[in-house]
């Protein structure tokens, strides 16, 4: 993917201004759908889906195939379609379905577009090329092509200059299922004691967009898709910053890990995670007993934020 070689030069002047119009098409009919309401069914304990997803993945695929023909389609809610193919996008219909469903306005379309080289296995990474996030309700629309920046409703934008994590203010989600298995309440904890603070708003391709336009300085987050980051990863890059695990090391579409930051703080990120990994220098925080405890005593006071 974005670490690869360079593929051959392309003409892909086009590929960002017909997949907005897309996007935006696709932003409009969620925005009709959040209006009026949805039926929602469960599949597993609490991942909700709606009937939006599968309406606005529909609509996708067809103006897809329509304005580029021939192109590859990975969607969230099954579309498999020619992933042989050169050109491959990642589509996310509806990033945010939990808060969708809830009526909480924080939810996006996303499309990324990969070019991989000749031979490649469908589970493959190629590179990179284009991508578009839409946010319906606050019309805001986050493109980038390899090596022409990122835009937000079409003016440049860039990563922020934070240079410390302790100045900071960072993203991250948690799983909608199997929640107990998941150690990222830790981390939660260990970079919310280190930083300014940590925003968990339920949308990762809009982290990514948020930390592309200098909104956020980071966001990590453990096990997404390739269509919950695909887009998100060139935004982030085609803004100066950077994209790889928790080792530091280059991300891959099937990693279960990401780091995206403003490049900046980065190092001082991967050295948090080594630490917490090895449980090294981990800062404790009153239990439950303990607060009450302390809260009896009158000794609380000053614990606001």
């Known amino acids: 993917m974005s670490g690869g070689a360079e593929p051959a030069a392309a003409s892909h002047s086009v590929w960002v201004p017909k997949a907005a119009g897309i996007a935006r098409e696709a932003g409009a009919r969620l925005r009709e759908f959040f209006a009026q309401g949805v039926e929602t069914e469960y599949k597993g304990d609490v991942d909700i889906i709606t009937v939006a997803d599968r309406t606005v993945e529909k609509l996708i695929r067809g103006r897809l195939g329509e304005v580029f023909p021939g192109h590859g389609i990975y969607g969230e809610e099954g579309t498999r379609e020619r992933l042989d193919a050169e050109f491959r996008w990642y589509v996310d219909p509806l990033d945010g379905t939990t808060n969708f469903a809830h009526g909480f306005p924080q939810f996006c379309v996303s499309l990324g577009l990969e070019q991989r080289p000749p031979g490649a296995k469908p589970d493959e990474d190629g590179t990179l090329m284009a991508a578009v996030i839409y ?160 809260r009896a005593k009158g000794g609380t006071k000053g614990l606001r934020d």
């Open 135 to 294: 946010d319906p309700l606050r019309d805001e629309l986050f493109t980038a092509e390899r090596g022409s920046g990122t835009r937000l409703n079409g003016k440049p934008v860039r990563a922020s200059r934070t240079r410390q994590l302790a100045e900071a203010l960072l993203a991250t989600g948690f799983p909608s299922r199997k929640r107990h298995s998941s150690p990222n309440v830790h981390f939660y904890q260990e970079f919310t004691l280190r930083s300014h603070g940590v925003r968990r708003a339920g949308s990762a391709a809009l982290d990514l967009a948020y930390v592309a336009c200098g909104r956020m300085d980071a966001f990590w987050e453990f096990n997404l898709n390739p269509w919950d980051t695909a887009a998100g990863i060139l935004l982030v890059e085609e803004a100066g910053g950077r994209v790889t695990d928790f080792a530091g090391q280059h991300f891959r579409l099937d990693s279960r890990e990401i780091l995206a930051s403003n490049g900046l703080i980065h190092e001082e990120l991967i050295g948090l995670f080594r630490d917490m990994f090895a449980g090294r220098d981990l800062a404790p925080i009153p239990t439950p007993r303990e607060f009450a405890e302390r």
